[in-house]
């Protein structure tokens, strides 16, 4: 068990890792939103691992917390990032190539 | 070869299961393209992964209290990620993060074209 136990940290790690690499790069907010979620989930993961390791249900409620804040937090941030034009998009056209965010939002 | 033991077992695997599946998320979240492609990558370890190892977690622990708080988790979790998934996936289109030309359908757009639609949907 303790084997199993280190080999999912040494993952769950190195994913964490990974995400971490996509959130600094973005390239844009959105990207930066997904993987922020993500790495919740890892975390998620990782309480779980602890909690298998230890035998103890204390981090249950933990969880539970961080499932239901993840959602919250990413679907406020990601409305407050969605731009809701009143036209639909009519000039698609004119900008064949994909558009970033508006200036107010570009990192770096 | 008792119950516990094969619980314990079936624990490990479903544990190493979604930890494998975490990491593969990571991997499709920084490798693939564009935000939708990453967004589909992302989606797989919020609820297959999780799932696998709150299974493992419950088949580990063994007690009823475990067991009715993790099925309450998955199912929030099964609620709440498609609503965050299509949020991000809509903003994406209205911010134009999306390359229209690696779209094989995009019905969205006919339907915004028309000059009746409700550009509030």
Redesign the interface.
């Given at each position: 068990?303790t084997v199993?136990?280190g080999?999912?940290?040494a993952?769950?790690g190195?994913?964490?890792a990974?995400?971490l690499?996509?959130l600094f790069k973005g390239p844009?907010n959105?990207?930066r939103?997904?993987?922020a979620?993500?790495l919740l989930?890892?975390v998620?993961?990782g309480v779980?691992?602890e909690?298998?390791r230890q035998?103890t249900?204390t981090y249950?409620?933990l969880?539970?917390i961080l499932?239901?804040v993840g959602?919250v937090g990413?679907?406020a941030v990601?409305?407050f990032?969605?731009?809701?034009?009143?036209?639909?998009?009519?000039d698609?056209a004119d900008?064949?190539?994909?558009?970033?965010?508006?200036e107010a939002w570009e990192q770096s | 070869m008792t119950w516990t033991s094969v619980l314990d077992v079936a624990g490990a695997v479903c544990l190493l299961l979604g930890s494998f599946l975490c990491l593969a998320g990571a991997v499709g979240l920084v490798r693939f393209p564009d935000t939708l492609s990453r967004l589909h990558a992302a989606t797989k370890p919020q609820t297959l992964g999780l799932i696998l190892i709150l299974t493992g977690l419950a088949s580990t622990l063994r007690t009823w209290a475990t067991l009715t708080t993790l099925v309450l988790l998955a199912a929030t979790q099964f609620f709440t990620s498609p609503v965050s998934a299509h949020l991000v996936g809509r903003a994406a289109y209205r911010n134009r993060c999306v390359d229209a030309d690696t779209l094989e359908v995009d019905e969205l757009s006919e339907a915004l074209d028309r000059p009746d639609s409700d550009p509030s949907t």
């Open positions: 068990m199993v136990l080999i999912s940290l993952m769950l190195v994913a964490a990974l995400v690499v996509r844009s959105l990207d939103i997904v993987a979620e993500i989930v890892i998620i993961a779980a691992l909690s298998a035998h249900t249950l409620p969880l539970m499932g239901l959602f990413g679907v990601t409305r990032l969605s731009r809701d034009s009143d036209e639909p998009d009519a698609v900008h064949p190539e994909p558009r970033q965010q508006p | -």
